[in-house]
């Protein structure tokens, strides 16, 4: 089944590639827990998809036959997958990071260490445009660092909305940044369609300890505050898992969100080696499935619905088991 393969590739996280050149196929990411390394690629497997980052010790080995063509054996059993291009960070989307460094220092995440810059608006348009010239974008989602400060982040990427809403009117915008409790009316009336504000941990307690300066308070607010607007189903929020947390308060986390409206998307932790140090690790196969079972309770009793999700993570699918996708 399908979901097994996702669950223990997701558990391994990591793969070497070798044979034909992959070179074209390899996504590099600039924000979130991922960013920097030497990339990622993704798998489709029958219209399923999973994203592995590489890495010189990965333990999934994909031998690339030619033409985007893939093998790879788990549990003695050889599968077939097809790479897919993703040159804006994941496929069929340009998901595209404002501001490459931030002022917080939350411990899962390299975007501090990075110090990147800020994309002006007219270099988004571009690269939207130039990636449309390549193949199809059928979604734009945004995200960003927090370069001075949350309002001027908050303004700037609103700003940054509403000239992406006048040069690409028929594409759905998604955002996700670090909210004031401003953030939802703002971006909504910018003209995005969705909104995504990671919760990050399961409980305050771990989010104090992980990423110091966040607030569970101001999350909920602007994730409750973004449902009237955005609509029940359209309004998401990142939860890791791996910082410590029990099942039943990821249990509880995923019900109090899904309660709100929104939309959990349960993340497996990617531990840099600082973390690993201290003894965290990827959640096995068997967590993120049982995760999974309760997070299509959860959804369904909400009766929310993932598939009906336009931009961001509930539509790229690449990182995490989605109800309704992944069977
Ligand atoms: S699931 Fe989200 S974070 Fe993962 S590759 Fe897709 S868009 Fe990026």
């Not at 669950?7 to 920097?36: E, R």
């Not at 994909?62 to 040159?87: C, D, M, W, Y």
């Not at 759905?172 to 953030?183: D, R, W």
């Not at 959860?298 to 009766?303: I, Q």
Request: hydrophobic share 40%; glycine share 8%; proline share 5%.
């Amino acid at each position: 089944m399908w979901i097994n393969t996702k669950a223990d590739l997701l558990a391994a996280g990591t793969a070497q590639i070798s044979g034909a050149s992959w070179h074209q196929f390899v996504s590099q990411s600039i924000a979130g827990p991922g960013a920097g390394g030497d990339g990622a690629v993704f798998l489709n497997y029958h219209g399923h998809r999973v994203k592995l980052s590489l890495s010189k010790t990965g333990s999934v080995l994909l031998s690339h036959r030619g033409g985007g063509v893939v093998s790879f054996t788990l549990h003695n059993e050889q599968h077939i997958a097809k790479l897919e291009p993703a040159s804006l960070h994941c496929p069929e989307q340009a998901y595209i990071t404002i501001s490459g460094s931030c002022i917080f220092s939350c411990k899962y995440c390299n975007v501090p260490s990075l110090a990147g810059r800020r994309k002006s608006n007219d270099e988004i348009v571009h690269m939207i445009q130039k990636q449309q010239e390549y193949g199809s974008v059928r979604a734009i989602s945004l995200t960003s660092g927090i370069m001075h400060s949350v309002e001027e982040e908050e303004e700037n990427t609103v700003s940054v909305v509403t000239r992406l809403r006048d040069e690409f009117p028929e594409l759905p915008i998604g955002v996700s940044i670090y909210p004031t409790e401003k953030s939802a009316m703002r971006l909504y009336e910018a003209g995005a369609c969705e909104v995504k504000f990671n919760l990050e941990a399961a409980t305050a307690d771990i989010l104090a300890k992980f990423c110091p300066e966040s607030n569970r308070d101001v999350l909920l607010f602007a994730l409750a505050a973004s449902v009237p607007l955005f609509g029940k189903g359209h309004v998401f929020s990142n939860v890791i898992l791996g910082l410590g947390e029990s099942d039943q308060e990821m249990e509880a986390c995923i019900y109090e969100l899904c309660d709100l409206g929104v939309i959990p998307i349960i993340r497996p932790l990617s531990p840099h080696a600082e973390l690993e140090a201290e003894g965290y690790h990827r959640p096995d196969s068997k967590r993120l499935l049982a995760m999974h079972e309760i997070m299509t309770k959860a959804l369904g009793s909400a009766e929310l619905d993932p598939s009906l999700c336009k931009t961001m993570c509930p539509r790229c699918g690449g990182c995490d088991l989605v109800v309704g996708r992944d069977s």
